[in-house]
């Protein structure tokens, strides 16, 4: 709305409003409102300007404001807001409306909050408000934020602060103006009683802070005409204005001034009065401001400040007198410290803190003395905060202990002993453990605030505090602190140190020495504040890590924790990269202590396990007081600090020098500790019992650690993860320098020799046999003497492992340099503890370990130029025999020097896995420790070796097998494994060996193959073809080498065909596809005398060999193949063997039959015998073998397609074979079909059932022979092969006996699918063969509803007790019939022009299949269990009218061409399937909805629509006999009934019609004899389920016998006269019916159908017109001889009978046959059945008229036109009579 109309708007309430009492603002509205509407565009102007007409249009406004009525001051302060809002209102007004709201101030609550809301409106829109009006205006605020109305006196302050800001938002937008010359400047004077220009805004601004701080003070302000502000109020608006502008503040001098004269003595003087605790509080807040924004302005008032809040945190609060007038409460000390904290997190601050004061000389020290103060703060309650029972470890006893560790204990001097000495320095052994069992403690859950003090605005009083609050704000001063200095030198150290510019060449520096500060230019901003922070640790260091310490030791949550040790490694990190050695070393000290205390070390030495289990009981139920309860470990805070030592370490690594040591043996220590803890850990957790576990090394030492997630420090402290940093910290030594790498490797080396020579003086052990497996099982096993426990292979000495870790990170100085530098001396040590027999055993075996690695790595990493390959790899297997290869045959066989072989054949593995292809020196070595393992020990047979079929191989020579008595020896054994893993590395280096050395492989391999172990023997007949095979094939090609190498070749296949009769299954498989894959890969470069000798030596003796083990128990009726051990025996196995072998050679044969096998001389005796292997595996194994032998057989009958024109002899003997066999095959299934009509089936004929893969495969070789015939005789086979194809097709798919049936609802099964696709494949345009496949197609289609059945299933348990039939599978037949039915239309259509399939029977066949489904309608299976198919029996109903619709025309159109008796078989069909569709059960439909029914009537009716329209005109051909056009009457009869027949109210007695066969002598004689009307009945009846549907077959019937269709018109003649007696019994039992039920029922309403079938015959009666004669001819012997014409009449008849003959021959002869009952129908006196119709508005019709009437409606058609009229029974009976007295002349 624009200010003109809403101004208009609300003078015109104004005016309303104040019409009564206030007339004189109703004029001044009036008028204003004249003004405006004479002259709006001036108006407009006149209200933003100051013209004229302003004053006459704010008029009303201003004099509704001067009124004392509430309402009409709202409206007028509403509008003159929403007025200023719009800015329609001049500036000269303004001073006016200030003095307005001041003169309504004194109104209601809402006429306040209305005038603070205009004032911001006004103040905010008008910029122009300056010095004593906007003095004026924020008055006015001042006043109402005085109130005692709560909602007035808020809303007034949040007013007051919204204008001061925006007071200062000016004057930041005028200093964005100064250069603007059109500001106008005025003096000001300073608070030093200078003066300065400045403008409008700055003056305001100045002005408003200036009274502020006066107020605050108590003074009188010299802006503000104000005489009171409560100080809190006026604090809280300073700070706002700091806070939000301190940036202006630090622009203008004029403000600081301000700052430094009035704000920082109005807070001092506040501070030291007495203290209140909303004042205090809000200068705390104004001191925190200045501190962080004006600290370097205001430099002394700062220092001032600083040294105030140390003074407050200094003085113990438990010792001031509370009566004393000096005293402070807590809560100042706790606001103090809430400020200390703040000020501590600002780095930057603290270091310009440091800069400022301290750095000084003389100086106020003020960062020093913050830094005692908080030491001494968090030192002064030991009691308070308890000692933390973690840092002392777990599993100790601390009877004895002091409540704090001594000095010598944490080794450092001055602050370090101060800081723990400080924690109890008076405290006894009972204090302490008063303080250990204690819940005391530091955390932020139980020790903070909600909200801390400083923001608690709102209370009058102090809130309560907690007693450790205070010193949780001085821990995290410090670890604020601690961040700081690292947060500002890490990035810096980074950028200078790691990420500086190189020199080309010059490598990335990973491990940086610490930063010399005198290197780097000492002007720049960075330098200085490093040296600051410098200075800083150097003389802050001794108190911060006395602070730290002692807090580190208290009772701390998990989360203070983590800051503080965070805090040691800030400060840890930032000594080391300042290059202050002395606090860093003290820090790394101090870190140890905490990490593995000395008395864990010292505990573990002399720690027994007790010799019962123990229960795990928490630390504090002992207090440590009594002895451990579990054996000493590491807390979870000793692995946090020990976890911040790794990480410190690894950052400084490039800069500790001689500080090495130190680490590695804390180190050294720590894994000492941890890996004792793991494995005695392990012991009680298996002597524990299950309902007390034991107690882990990293347990929760509180229960609320494990309520919230856990910091990730101490998410990662279990053993493996800090025992993975420390490795992380050796992985860094690749980064060193040369110098200092060899340091670090000196102090490791240095360590191992001082343990290894510990443990090998101070212990006397012995190795037994049993001690030591070669496979790792974690034997936890532990020695009476010395530190070091065996725990496992992966686990001994410290400096052994740790030197292993840093060769292979620094492997490039083993390899590239000379060996004095690196490799000897690694190698000798390692060799050293190696051979030291008085060493413990686990170490010998981690320094093979070691050694092995090393080994591995370095040819891995050898480069292949020069001559340092050949030397580093000789080097590499001397070391490494040496190791494998016994020195002399004294070395006892211990299990240690085992370990030891095994680890360096796992060596030689592995370096043959990497670096094999890279060897050109070694190999006679290489088989030499091979073959050193493979030599059989001296054992005893304990049982004899199984005997292994062969096929004549004496000629290989072969080593003597190794006794079964050899795998009892498990080192043995396992060397044997390891030693073949390399030989198959070797075989896949086999290119590069020589012809000696591939024999020694080979034999090599023969040696593995005739091992026990079934991997070994099956590995090493894979090696022999993917290795060697492929060698010597590869040199074959070499016209000079091709001799030898075929010979070597030939003996790697006779090898192979050795294992592939084995008894062991996995072997058989391995050694058959081996075999075959060799035949395969290398069968063409064959010649065919090879093939020869392979087809006829090797392929058939195999599958001769195999079957015999296959047909040995094929008959045993215990291996069924659903038996849940059937997989796993032994039969099986063969079969799956067999099965390999089958696929294996059908892969063979079909890829080289073409080109080699065909061209053998004796292909056609070798096809015989293959096929012959086929057939007698499918009808003499088992079952499971039928699928891969067909699929064998299809494979190699498809490959015979590529037979070239020479070869078609061949081809067709060989498909002639396979058919042969496919016949006899298929006699098999069809016998089995047969079998299964006998009850004598039982579990062997289940065992040998075909399964539907056995059958898909039959069904695709016959496709295949099939498919090869066709190409090569370009002609369908004859209808006799083609007969027995479809016999073995149907016998396929009907198969009862399978037990793995595919579900066959949704889609076909995988034999419906091939079975059909075999089926179109057949070329149909011979003779006979479309009626061939058409009737069997038929057949198919009936199987849902004839064949389907529950697959037979056994139990599992009981063989001959079958499943429950509820969880049987089940073969539908479904989906084939669906899609059948369709195929059967297509074929049909595409042969409906042949007369065989109408004179065969075809047709007849096809309908008799198509009956099945349309008569069982609602009882067929559903057609889909998961889509939404359409019913069985609508398919077939919609695929039966498409046949039936075109074969009735063909059928005429043939004529004589087809017999009688087809044609009445034909038409006997064709009504068949239309009485089972319009008679079929139909109940079903009642549970559908109303739509669904609809739609399901409207489907039958094309069954009614299709005899109307196409069948009805030949259904009168001469050649259908009479009977049954009569039995087609009866059928619609029976189909327009309304009520069910065996509550029929309307004919009780009427036969069924039921029967099929109806002969014409069923007919009654007609006659016009009197109606007996004594029967009648008031039962209502039972309504058929489709009402609709039964009019419809009445207007059918009606339709037949009526005279409205002139074509074809002596078929329709004959039909008439045949029905026409069906259709008056029809309609006459209804009247008959209604006559004697209403005689019973007198007033008693009738049921609505009765009644409409009533009106409905009646109407159908008047409508209905027959040919002439039809009656006559109907009644007469022979309906169809007189249908056409009759007789003349026989005026010799007496007048009775005379009338009665011409009567007949009438077009509305039926009307005469109804006369008696039409007469009773009209003389009815009671109201009769009624019912309003729509009547035609055409004139009626004459007869003749009625015939030529093409248009006329169909059935089911609605009717059209007319108007509605009212019709009753009594009209329509009289209507009909009335006819008949037309007919009859006597009307």
């Known amino acids: 709305m624009s200010s003109l109309a809403f101004l208009v708007t609300e003078l015109q309430s104004l005016a309303s409003e104040s019409r009564r009492k206030h007339p004189e603002i109703r004029e001044a509205a009036e008028k204003s409102l004249a003004i405006l509407r004479s002259s709006p565009e001036q108006a407009t102007a006149s209200l933003a300007s100051d013209s004229a007409q302003s004053d006459d249009l704010l008029r009303p406004v201003f004099m509704g404001c001067a009124t004392k009525n509430a309402k009409v001051v709202a409206i007028s302060l509403g509008s003159l807001q929403r007025l200023i809002a719009l800015k329609a209102v001049p500036q000269s007004v303004v001073p006016l409306i200030v003095s307005t709201m001041n003169d309504a101030m004194s109104q209601g609550v809402d006429i306040q909050l209305r005038i603070l809301q205009t004032l911001v409106s006004l103040i905010t829109n008008f910029s122009s408000i300056h010095e004593e009006l906007l003095g004026e205006a924020l008055l006015l605020c001042f006043k109402l934020q005085d109130s005692r109305i709560a909602v007035v006196s808020s809303t007034a302050a949040a007013t007051l602060r919204q204008l001061v800001m925006f007071i200062f938002e000016k004057m930041v937008n005028e200093d964005r103006q100064e250069n603007d010359d059109t500001l106008e400047l005025s003096e000001a004077t300073l608070p030093d009683g200078s003066t300065k220009a400045l403008g409008p805004c700055a003056k305001d601004a100045f002005s408003v802070f200036e009274d502020l701080c006066l107020l605050a003070n108590s003074e009188r302000p010299n802006f503000l005409k104000l005489d009171y502000l409560h100080k809190t109020f006026a604090l809280e608006l300073i700070e706002s ?40 509080l809000r200068c705390t807040r104004v001191v925190f401001l200045i501190l962080k924004q004006f600290s370097f302005e205001l430099e002394t008032e700062a220092e001032v400040f600083l040294m105030l809040l140390i003074r407050m945190i200094s003085e113990d609060s438990d010792t001031s007198n509370s009566d004393h007038s000096g005293s402070r409460p807590i809560w100042t000390r706790v606001l103090a410290m809430e400020i200390m904290r703040g000020v501590c997190s600002d780095a930057e601050l603290v270091r310009n803190i440091w800069d400022r004061y301290d750095a000084q000389q003389p100086g106020s020290k003020v960062f020093s003395s913050m830094i005692v103060a908080l030491k001494r703060l968090v030192t002064e309650k030991p009691a308070l905060l308890g000692v933390s029972a973690q840092m002392m470890g777990v599993g100790i006893s601390h009877t004895g202990d002091s409540a704090a560790p001594s000095g010598s204990n944490y080794g450092l001097d001055v602050g370090g ?96 020495a610490a930063l010399d500060l005198s290197t780097l230019p000492q002007d720049d901003h960075a330098t200085e504040h490093l040296i600051i922070v410098r200075s800083m640790v150097e003389n802050g260091w001794p108190a911060l890590l006395a602070a730290l310490s002692f807090i580190i030791s208290t009772n701390l949550s998990d989360e203070l924790f983590i800051d503080v040790l965070s805090s040691y490694q800030a400060l840890t990190n930032v000594a080391g990269m300042l290059a202050l050695s002395t606090p860093r070393d003290a820090l790394f000290n101090s870190l140890s202590k905490f990490a593995i205390p000395s008395r864990i070390v010292s505990s573990l030495e002399s720690y027994v396990e007790p010799p019962t289990p123990r229960t795990s009981t928490s630390f504090t139920d002992n207090l440590g007081l009594t002895a451990p309860i579990q054996a000493p470990g590491l807390s979870e805070r000793n692995l946090a600090c020990l976890k911040v030592l790794v990480s410190s370490a690894l950052f400084l690594a490039g800069s500790l020098g001689e500080s090495w040591y130190g680490i590695l043996e804390a180190l050294q220590n720590a894994d000492y500790v941890l890996n004792i803890k793991a494995s005695q850990a392990s012991i009680n957790r298996r002597m524990s019992t299950p309902t007390t576990p034991s107690r882990s090394v990293s347990a929760m030492s509180s229960a609320e650690q494990g309520k919230v997630a856990r910091h990730p420090l101490l998410m990662d402290i279990d053993s493996e993860s800090v025992l993975a940093a420390v490795q992380r910290l050796f992985d860094a030594s690749k980064n060193l320098e040369d110098s200092a790498f060899q340091d670090f490797v000196t102090a490791l080396c240095k360590l191992s020799s001082e343990m290894v020579g510990m443990q090998s003086d101070g212990s006397t052990l012995t190795e037994s046999e049993d001690s030591l497996s070669p496979v790792p099982i974690s034997p936890h096993r532990r020695r009476v003497s010395g530190i070091h426990l065996p725990r496992t292979l992966r686990q001994g000495d410290f400096g052994v492992e740790r030197l292993g870790s840093v060769a292979m990170l620094n492997f490039h100085r083993l390899i590239y340099r000379a060996p004095e530098v690196a490799w000897n001396t690694t190698t000798n040590h390692l060799l050293w503890v190696m051979g030291l027999s008085s060493a413990p055993q686990p170490i010998r075996v981690q320094a093979a370990r070691v050694l092995d690695e090393i080994l591995t790595m370095v040819p891995r990493n050898l480069s292949s130029t020069g001559d340092l390959q050949a030397k580093v790899q000789r080097r590499v297997l001397d070391v490494l025999s040496k190791q494998i290869v016994p020195a002399s045959s004294d070395v006892p066989a211990t299990s240690t020097n085992i370990e030891l072989r095994r680890m360096g054949l796992e060596t030689l593995h592995q370096i043959l896995q990497a670096s094999g292809h890279t060897f050109i020196v070694g190999w006679g070595s290489i088989f030499e420790m091979l073959g050193s393992i493979c030599k059989p020990a001296a054992l005893s047979r304990s049982q004899s070796v199984d005997s292994i079929s062969t096929l004549s191989l004496q000629e290989t020579p072969r080593l003597k097998p190794l006794p079964l008595g050899y795998v009892s020896d498990r080192g043995y054994t396992a060397l044997v494994k390891i030693a073949f893993q390399s030989l198959k590395l070797v075989c896949d280096s086999v290119s590069v060996l020589s012809p000696e050395d591939l024999r020694l492989c080979i034999k090599t391999l023969g040696q593995f193959g005739r091992q026990a172990d079934t991997n070994i023997a099956l590995t090493a007949a894979e090696s022999l073809l993917w290795s060697v095979s492929d060698s010597i094939q590869a040199k074959r090609k070499d016209a000079e080498m091709e001799p030898e190498y075929s010979a070597l070749w030939m003996c790697l296949l006779l090898e192979v065909l050795g294992l592939c009769a084995d008894t062991r299954h996995d072997v058989r498989v391995g050694a058959i596809q081996t075999l075959f894959r060799a035949m395969q890969l290398y069968g063409a470069t064959l010649t065919l005398d090879t093939w020869n000798d392979c087809i006829w030596k090797i392929t058939f003796p195999l599958l001769d060999t195999i079957s015999i083990e296959t047909r040995r128990s094929a008959f045993e009726p215990g291996a069924l193949l659903n038996s849940g051990l059937a997989a796993q025996s032994p039969e099986h196995a063969w079969d799956e063997s067999k099965s390999l072998a089958l696929q294996s050679i059908g892969s063979i044969i079909s890829d080289f039959l073409v080109v080699k096998i ?75 079909e047969r079998s299964q009509l006998s009850p004598s089936t039982n579990t062997t004929q289940h065992h040998r059932a075909f399964t539907q893969e056995s059958l898909v495969a039959l069904v695709d070789v016959i496709r295949s022979t099939r498919s090869i015939s066709l190409t090569q005789t370009k002609k369908e086979w004859p209808l006799q092969r083609l007969s027995r194809l479809m016999e073995i097709l149907k016998g396929v798919l009907t198969y009862p006996d399978s037990t793995d049936y595919r579900p066959d609802v949704d889609g076909l099964s995988p034999v419906q699918v091939v079975v059909l696709d075999a089926i179109a494949d057949i070329n149909l345009t011979g003779s006979g063969i479309p009626s061939l496949i058409l009737r069997d197609l038929s057949e198919f289609s009936t199987l ?132 089972g569709g319009i008679l079929a059960d139909c109940t079903a439909i009642e549970s559908f909805s109303l739509e669904d029914q609809e739609a399901e009537e409207n489907f039958d009716l094309s069954l009614i629509s299709s005899l109307e329209i196409d069948l009805v005109p030949h259904l009168g051909d001469t050649r259908v006999p009479d009977h049954l056009i009569t039995q087609f009457a009866k059928i619609l009869h029976k189909g327009s009934q309304l009520y069910k027949s065996s509550m029929d109210p309307s004919r009780p007695d009427s036969p069924s019609t039921d029967t099929v066969n109806v002969s014409d002598d069923s007919r009654d004689s007609h006659d016009f004899e009197k109606v007996d009307f004594d029967i009648g009945t008031t039962a209502p009846g039972v309504l058929v389920t489709r009402e609709r549907f039964s009019f419809w077959c009445f207007d059918l019937l009606f339709l037949i016998c009526s005279n409205v269709i002139s074509d074809q018109e002596s078929s329709r003649k004959r039909v008439a006269a045949l029905c026409l007696p069906t259709l008056l019994d029809r309609c006459k039992t209804t009247m008959v019916s209604y006559i004697a039920d209403e005689a019973l029922r007198g007033n008693m309403p009738f049921p609505r159908a009765r009644e409409e079938e009533l009106l409905y015959v009646l109407r159908k009666v008047l409508d209905l017109q027959l040919w002439s004669g039809t009656l006559w001819a109907a009644l007469s012997e022979s309906p169809s001889k007189f249908s056409d014409s009759q007789p003349a009449v026989d005026v010799g008849l007496s007048p009775s009978a005379l009338i009665a003959d011409v009567v007949k021959r009438s ?58 009229i009212e019709i009753d029974a009594r009209t329509l009976a009289r209507k009909a009579l009335q006819i008949l007295g037309k007919e009859m002349g006597t009307i």
Request: charged share 20%.
């Open 1707 to 1764: 077009s509305v002869a039926h009307i005469f046959y109804f006369y008696s009952v039409l007469c009773e129908i009209a003389s009815i006196p009671r109201k009769t059945p009624s019912t309003w119709v729509i009547a035609t508005s055409s004139p009626p019709e004459t007869n003749q008229e009625r015939r030529g009437n093409v248009l006329r409606h169909h059935i089911g058609a609605l009717e059209e036109g007319g108007d509605a």
């Open 417 to 512: 002993v101060a800081g723990m000495v400080a924690t109890a320095a008076s405290a006894t052994v009972s204090g302490v453990v008063g303080i250990i069992g204690s819940g005391i403690g530091l955390s932020v859950q139980n020790s903070a605030m909600k909200l801390q003090c400083i923001d608690q605005l709102d209370k009058a009083d102090s809130p309560p505090i907690p007693e450790a609050y205070i010193y949780l704000l001085a821990v995290q001063c410090i670890v604020s602190l601690c961040e700081g200095f690292a947060s500002f030198t890490g990035p810096l150290y980074t950028s200078i140190m790691v990420q500086r510019p190189r020199a080309a060449g010059e490598p990335v520096i990973r491990a940086p």
């Open 1344 to 1475: 849902p509803f004839l064949a389907a059945f529950h697959v037979p299933i056994l139990s599992p348990v009981s063989p001959a007790t079958p499943i429950a039939a509820s969880s049987q599978k089940q073969v539908t037949y479904i989906a084939l019939s669906k899609k059948v039915m369709p195929l059967i239309v297509e074929l049909y259509m595409r042969f409906k022009d042949e007369l065989e399939i109408y004179e065969d029977g075809t047709l007849e066949a096809i309908f008799s299949a198509y009956s099945i489904p349309i008569k069982l309608k609602y009882e067929c299976p559903a057609p889909s269990k998961f889509g939404k198919d359409p019913p069985l029996w609508k398919t077939a109903t919609t695929s039966f009218l498409r046949i039936v619709t075109d074969s009735v025309r063909r059928m005429a159109t043939f004529g004589d061409r087809i017999s009688d008796t087809r044609i009445e078989g034909i038409w006997r069909q064709i009504i068949e399937v239309f009485r």
């Open 241 to 280: 204005v700091l806070t939000n502008y301190h940036e202006l503040f630090r622009k203008h001098a004029e403000l600081l001034m301000l700052l430094q004269h009035h704000l920082c003595p109005l807070i001092l003087k506040s501070l030291s009065d007495r203290h209140v605790f909303p004042l205090t």
């Open 1158 to 1232: 065909m061209h053998l001389e004796s292909f056609s005796k070798a096809w015989s015998v293959f096929v012959t292997h086929i057939h007698d595996t499918v009808s003499l194994d088992r079952r499971n073998l039928s699928p891969p032998a067909l699929l064998c057989l299809g494979k190699v009958v498809k490959a015979l397609s590529g037979a070239d024109a020479s070869l078609q002899a061949k081809v067709s003997e060989a498909w002639e074979c396979v058919w042969i066999a496919c016949s006899d095959i298929g006699s098999m299934v069809l016998q089995g």
